[in-house]
């Protein structure tokens, strides 16, 4: 059975840093991976996929990258800012358009 | 921007009424998902549904069942609702197979 892990668990930086945050599974037979970002009491924010067959995903200040042989994705995010503060989720899809989730990186950016 | 709704974002009910939780899409989704979410637990899957009428299960199917009567409509009925079915559930829908998934704001349920 698939199982994503994300370290570390809850990171604290402060703002202007780059911070890289890190997704890894157990069975590299993956379609896609995508990355969330969920905010308090709130529901998920999509905010990259990247396909099995790509290495990485740019959106503004953020970069994902995979590497399904190793089963890892990193996402980077550029010179963070307070509002970058929320839960981020990895997740990867193995078929039905089903996800299987990470529990989540808690990031806290101070100002 | 694909918009998914929820009907509710706090419900409160009683041990053993029946609940509907509501989802609607308005992008012409192929595909509804419902999810669970606990502390500690992360996202689990309860059902999804590829097509109108048609549903599969998830990993944590016991105690709910759905309704998709029309394509942008999915439904999480709770039978008879209990206690250890207090959670955030979230509703997420996507084009078709393996495309990206975009989710609801979420209803916090609370079963007293």
């Known amino acids: 059975k698939q199982e994503v892990t994300q370290i570390p668990a809850a990171l604290s930086v402060p703002e202007g840093e780059n911070l890289v945050l890190n997704c890894s599974f157990t069975d590299s037979a993956i379609y896609n991976l995508q990355w969330f970002r969920q905010d308090p009491g709130k529901g998920l924010t999509s905010l990259l996929l990247?396909?099995?067959?790509?290495r990485e995903q740019t959106s503004g200040r953020l970069n994902a990258s995979l590497d399904k042989s190793s089963g890892r994705s990193t996402l980077y995010i550029a010179a963070s800012q307070p509002g970058d503060s929320a839960t981020y989720l990895c997740a990867v899809s193995q078929g039905y358009s089903t996800l299987t989730f990470g529990k989540g990186t808690m990031l806290l950016v101070s100002p | 921007d694909v918009k998914v709704t929820q009907s509710s974002r706090y419900l409160v009910k009683r041990t053993g009424e029946k609940v509907f939780l509501e989802c609607v899409q308005d992008m012409d989704h192929e595909n509804m998902f419902w999810y669970r979410q606990d502390p500690g637990l992360g996202l689990r899957l309860i059902y999804f549904?590829?097509?109108?009428?048609?549903?599969e299960k998830g990993d944590i199917p016991e105690g709910y069942s759905v309704s998709r009567e029309k394509k942008e409509r999915f439904s999480l009925i709770l039978e008879s609702a209990s206690t250890n079915q207090t959670s955030m559930y979230l509703c997420?829908?996507?084009?078709?197979?393996?495309?990206?998934?975009?989710f609801g704001p979420g209803t916090r349920l609370t079963v007293l």
């Open positions: 990247i396909q099995s067959s790509q």
């Open positions: 997420a829908s996507s084009l078709g197979s393996n495309n990206e998934q975009f």
């Open positions: 549904s590829y097509d109108v009428k048609m549903k």
